[in-house]
């Protein structure tokens, strides 16, 4: 098994910043993804950007290019989300998510899940 611990999360007026953390432990895989996926009241479960651990490959949602960015530290086994230019729709809780298979932005093929921050943007 994979745990997934978030931590970041909060409120921040629009055009603010916030950085989102995802620590990874236990089982260890050769190469994988981990990415970021957010769910807004109401809504499906969005993709929001995902990176691959090996080459640090990266795949944003057209709605967060140039806003979000995406980074990891191999020791500590953890991703980070920059998140600059905040807007009230990017409220949502973000989960972090691990994938075995390769980038992409199809929510399905993620395996593993954290429990999820909330982000609340406000206007």
């Known amino acids: 098994q994979v745990q997934l611990v978030e931590s970041g999360g909060g409120l921040v007026q629009a055009g603010g910043s916030l950085r989102l953390s995802c620590a990874a432990s236990?089982?260890?895989?050769?190469?994988?993804?981990m990415g970021w996926v957010r769910q807004a009241p109401g809504k499906d479960r969005e993709f929001v950007v995902a990176i691959t651990w090996s080459d640090g490959n990266t795949y944003y949602a057209d709605s967060v290019k140039g806003r979000f960015t995406i980074s990891k530290d191999n020791a500590k086994n953890t991703v980070y989300l920059q998140m600059n230019s905040l807007k009230p729709e990017d409220t949502a809780i973000y989960y972090c998510?691990?994938?075995?298979?390769?980038?992409?932005?199809?929510?399905?093929?993620?395996?593993?899940w954290g429990q999820g921050t909330q982000v609340t943007v406000s206007s």
């Open positions: 236990g089982r260890t895989f050769s190469n994988y993804v």
């Open positions: 998510a691990v994938s075995l298979g390769t980038l992409s932005d199809y929510v399905p093929l993620y395996d593993y």
